[in-house]
């Protein structure tokens, strides 16, 4: 999904991110048996779409909800900000949302924002440890939004 990074899941070994499984779980129950929208925006580099993923509501006048954006106002994603970040024209809204998730200490703000550990500084942090320790081969660091 566009312009989100959202808390990793286990895997490769490495543990879960704190509201990981939440993230995962909000994300399954949402879209589960539901006809959902994609605008695909471009590619990353490892070939995968990233894209503009929308639900209906159960009121069909009403507007289809943007996941990125209802999971950076719950709390369960952070903005993503690495190369190649893509937001649609939406970046506003994305930081708008994570400002009242911030707020609100909703999802991964929940034990303030001095305590939130990023997907990509977590990333960062995995990356480093399988290049023995080695920070030049981490990359670079995240911003906090």
């Known amino acids: 999904m566009y312009g989100i990074d959202a808390p990793e899941i286990a895997k490769f070994g490495n543990p879960d991110m704190f509201m990981g499984q939440e993230a995962k779980?909000?994300?399954?129950?949402?879209?589960?048996?539901?006809?959902?929208?994609?605008?695909?925006?471009?590619?990353?580099?490892?070939?995968?779409?990233?894209?503009?993923?929308?639900?209906?509501?159960?009121?069909?006048f009403l507007p289809r909800i943007d996941l990125s954006v209802d999971l950076a106002k719950r709390g369960l994603a952070t903005l993503y900000t690495g190369g190649g970040a893509e937001y649609d024209g939406n970046k506003e809204s994305l930081m708008s949302a994570i400002d009242e998730a911030k707020k609100s200490k909703r999802g991964v703000w929940s034990n303030g924002v001095e305590n939130v550990v990023t997907p990509a500084q977590y990333k960062k942090e995995v990356k480093a440890k399988q290049n023995n320790g080695n920070p030049a081969y981490a990359g670079a660091a995240a911003v906090v939004y």
């Open 25 to 60: 779980a909000y994300v399954e129950e949402r879209l589960d048996s539901k006809v959902v929208k994609v605008k695909m925006l471009r590619k990353d580099q490892y070939g995968r779409v990233v894209g503009k993923v929308t639900v209906g509501r159960t009121i069909p």
